[in-house]
């Protein structure tokens, strides 16, 4: 299948994902008092992953209803939100608006962004690009767009998570579902195109790219946590046994 085929599956299920969830959820989670990672909500707090963003020029890629960077903004970076998905803008936008802190938001592919070189200091994705665009391309957007010695933080699936979702999607099982071998590009009966490279080849993208990786966050759900009310990835009693979702970070050499 071709490139501008995912693009428009991805488009049409983000759409969907709008109208069912997404719009309805983004007051909360533009509201919430502090910066969570994935399904299980694992404080930043206690991660540390962005650090101190006051005064950064920021990217999010795949911004989606742009709450990362709306609370972001809110501790004085400076964001931009790049998305594919009219209608996740337009909830990106009205939010915007409610809680007046307004930045560029911007409708394009995050494989090819209409912006300028080495314009960023930090580049993030929370279940954007990070599972929604190729790597290859995605990445060296990333490394294209940041500034020397600027960082890159994104948050996917885990690989075992979608290694033992089933095949025709659901909550993880306690068995993997498929090979690892060739996972890379994982076409869904939902409709959905996913990227879910191995741990292996994120580091060779990354690395092919001029990034050096600092960490990789394998998160688990907290005790406390609940199974999410809407995407149906893993349960709370799964996730608390497996990591769930890989959160990586890595940063740009000086000599690019
Ligand atoms: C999980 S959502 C957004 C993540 C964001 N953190 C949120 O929850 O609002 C994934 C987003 O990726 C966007 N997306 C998918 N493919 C994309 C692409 N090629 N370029 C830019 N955005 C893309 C979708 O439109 C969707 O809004």
């Not at 609370?71 to 790049?82: K, M, S, T, W, Y």
């Not at 929604?132 to 490394?143: F, G, K, L, N, T």
């Not at 990354?206 to 609940?226: K, Q, T």
């Amino acid at each position: 299948m071709s490139a501008g085929t995912d693009i428009a599956r991805n488009r049409d299920l983000w759409t969907v994902v709008n109208s069912q969830f997404t719009d309805e959820d983004a007051d909360r989670a533009w509201a919430a008092k502090e910066i969570t990672w994935g399904l299980f909500g694992v404080p930043e707090r206690d991660l540390g992953v962005l650090g101190d963003v006051a005064g950064l020029d920021v990217l999010e890629l795949g911004c989606g209803t742009a709450y990362l960077s709306g609370l972001l903004a809110r501790q004085g970076a400076r964001p931009v939100g790049v998305d594919l998905t009219p209608a996740q803008l337009a909830t990106a936008g009205r939010c915007q608006q409610r809680f007046g802190l307004v930045f560029p938001l911007l409708e394009a592919n995050a494989e090819d962004v209409p912006l300028p070189d080495t314009s960023f200091d930090l580049v993030v994705s929370e279940y954007g690009a990070s599972v929604w665009c190729d790597p290859e391309r995605w990445v060296a957007e990333a490394a294209r767009l940041l500034r020397p010695g600027g960082r890159l933080v994104f948050l996917t699936n885990s690989v075992l998570a979608t290694l033992c979702v089933p095949e025709q999607e659901g909550f993880a099982q306690e068995r993997l579902a498929r090979p690892q071998r060739g996972l890379h590009r994982v076409q869904w009966p939902g409709g959905g195109t996913e990227f879910h490279p191995s741990h292996g080849d994120w580091v060779r993208v990354l690395r092919a790219n001029g990034f050096v990786v600092d960490a990789l966050h394998e998160l688990y759900a907290p005790a406390d946590a609940a199974t999410h009310a809407y995407y149906d990835i893993a349960t709370a009693q799964w996730a608390r046994q497996w990591p769930v979702e890989d959160l990586w970070t890595a940063h740009i050499t000086p000599g690019g």
